[in-house]
């Protein structure tokens, strides 16, 4: 929100030596009426900036303008609905870390409007089927029904369908090959993943029966010695490649440490997690897991999870300076490419390049991301004082 600021015409009053001279003039301006509504807005916890709707009533036809929240999580956008959304994200994680009972999950039966778009959706992929082999279905074209077929796919998706029915679309075909073999498997025994979400129940002595959650925190490996700021000790040794590439591909290795820990323990562990920036700015990451796991079987996962990443190497600089690529409308097959300047050849694509590195049965990947060992967990038990300031800290 604004602020009142310096009137401009006072920089010029301003003492320009550091010895203590007159008073600078400062002049504040009265805050603007849009500024004024904002900050009464947030102190209500209304939203500052809602989106405008315009409601038809179908029966007569008038037309109603209705304003809803813009419902943005970022509370420099909008602190009012940043706060709700935060509000409403640490009751789901209370409650789904917690959880005791298996919680039972139906999907609802189509209601009439969904049948509707659904019939519409077959009868629209059919002529665009029919005109993809005769040229036309209804005197239109394949592109005319293939844009026919995505509105009402989007129609589907508006009346609360989930999921898609992308048979047809097969303009993108997708990256499958090497890198899948080449993400070699983890050193884990591996048990078959039942389907079970919730932890084990623990008896004490006194026959109380607890059920504890974990509270994990992940981190990466160091660097190099850091100052208490987060800088680098010694700039000159400091393994800057590494922290960049790993901060990158932090979000693999998490999705691969799940997916490690399932298979290991046996269960459909479900968590809620956040990932944040250390002082040193590389991201580490908090969990919140549903039910509970040894350290040393989390230890052993740890330990075993990495990602590998196949891109080409970057130890040599081939174009710098004034030798760039050279962009022709006219190169490669899919509406131009880059060429290189000095021969004019046609330079491979960002895909060509990985498929190049798949073919190689002596590449290396350019990169390995893990964990570092030291890995911080804790029992939580439901409603504690415990459990509290760590949904405080997923839900910053
Ligand atoms: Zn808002």
Redesign the pocket.
């Known amino acids: 929100m604004r602020q009142p600021t310096l009137d401009d015409t006072s920089q010029d009053t301003r003492p320009s030596s550091t010895e203590p001279g007159p008073e600078p003039v400062v002049k504040t301006l009265a805050p603007l009426a849009r500024g004024v509504l904002e900050a009464v807005a947030v102190e209500h916890g209304v939203?500052?900036?809602p989106v405008p709707m315009r409601r038809v009533d179908l029966n007569t036809g008038a037309a109603e303008v209705v304003y809803v929240?813009?419902?943005?999580t970022l509370a420099s956008v909008?602190p009012?609905?940043a706060e709700r959304k935060r509000k409403l994200r640490a009751v789901q994680c209370r409650q789904g870390w917690h959880l005791s009972e298996e919680p039972i999950i139906t999907r609802a039966d189509p209601d009439a409007e969904q049948r509707a778009w659904m019939e519409l959706r077959a009868q629209a992929a059919a002529a665009r089927d029919l005109a993809a082999e005769n040229g036309t279905a209804h005197g239109e074209d394949a592109a005319f029904w293939d844009a026919v077929v995505r509105d009402l796919d989007n129609e589907l998706e508006r009346a609360g369908v989930r999921g898609s029915l992308k048979a047809g679309d097969q303009s993108k075909s997708r990256r499958t090959r090497s890198t899948r073999r080449r993400q070699d498997a983890p050193d884990l025994p591996r048990r078959p993943v039942d389907s079970r979400t919730v932890g084990k129940v623990f008896r004490g002595k006194d026959g109380n029966t607890f059920r504890p959650s974990l509270f994990l925190t992940l981190t990466l490996d160091s660097y190099g010695r850091v100052r208490g700021d987060g800088t680098p000790v010694d700039p000159e040794s400091y393994d800057y490649a590494r922290a960049a590439r790993d901060a990158l591909h932090f979000s693999k290795l998490v999705d691969r440490f799940v997916q490690n820990l399932r298979r290991f323990v046996g269960y459909d562990v479900q968590y809620f997690a956040a990932v944040e920036p250390q002082r040193r700015l590389a991201p580490h990451l908090h969990m919140a897991i549903r039910g509970t796991i040894s350290r040393a079987e989390l230890r052993q996962v740890v330990a075993a999870t990495y990602h590998q990443v196949w891109w080409p190497s970057t130890d040599r600089v081939v174009f710098d300076g004034e030798h760039l690529p050279v962009w022709d409308d006219a190169a490669g097959d899919n509406g131009g490419g880059y060429l290189d300047p000095t021969t004019g050849e046609v330079l491979p694509t960002w895909d060509e390049a990985l498929d190049a590195l798949g073919e190689d049965a002596d590449a290396e990947p350019l990169h390995v991301v893990k964990f570092g060992r030291q890995i911080d967990a804790q029992g939580v038990l439901a409603d504690s004082a415990d459990s509290r300031r760590c949904i405080g800290y997923l839900t910053k």
């Open positions: 939203c500052i900036r929240p813009c419902g943005h909008c009012s609905c």
